[in-house]
């Protein structure tokens, strides 16, 4: 039976790289408040471990964003399919990253993509070309995570 799974993304600032990543892939951002709700008014969660971001309350440090054709806890508002996880970190980004998302564009122009993705805030790193194989940019979001767009 396979598993499941999501991926885990250290961040400086969790929401606001969701924010992007959401838009990137035209994800959803999860929304906690419910389950955070309970949990405040249960008395199992200090007031200083939620913040405020998008007109929602969420963990301090934690933000997630998962497909929207895919199954989610309405409570928790955690997704139960293609998810991706951003969690604050005290030490910043110091070397390439060993794992990276790769954002295709199906149909669309491989320009008009990579014009969007740096209306919201990614970067150009470099451009290949491999004929057949393929051509695609390297690019950076807003926290100098390197991803492709091909």
């Not at 990543?21 to 951002?29: D, H, I, R, S, T």
């Not at 497909?67 to 309405?74: C, I, K, N, V």
Request: net charge negative.
């Amino acid at each position: 039976m396979a598993l499941n799974w999501k991926l885990v993304i250290d961040s400086r600032n969790a929401a606001a790289l969701a924010d992007f990543w959401a838009a990137a892939l035209e994800y959803e951002v999860e929304d906690p408040s419910a389950l955070i709700e309970q949990l405040l008014a249960a008395g199992h969660l200090p007031a200083d471990a939620v913040t405020e971001h998008g007109g929602r309350t969420i963990f301090r440090g934690y933000a997630g964003v998962r497909h929207p054709e895919d199954p989610f806890d309405p409570v928790s508002g955690v997704g139960q399919g293609r998810r991706l996880l951003f969690q604050d970190v005290p030490e910043g980004k110091t070397v390439k990253n060993r794992l990276h998302i790769d954002i295709h564009r199906g149909t669309a122009d491989l320009a008009e993509l990579v014009a969007r993705l740096e209306g919201l805030g990614a970067t150009r790193v470099e451009e290949f070309d491999n004929g057949p194989a393929g051509h695609w940019w390297v690019m950076k979001d807003p926290e100098g995570n390197e991803f492709c767009a091909a």
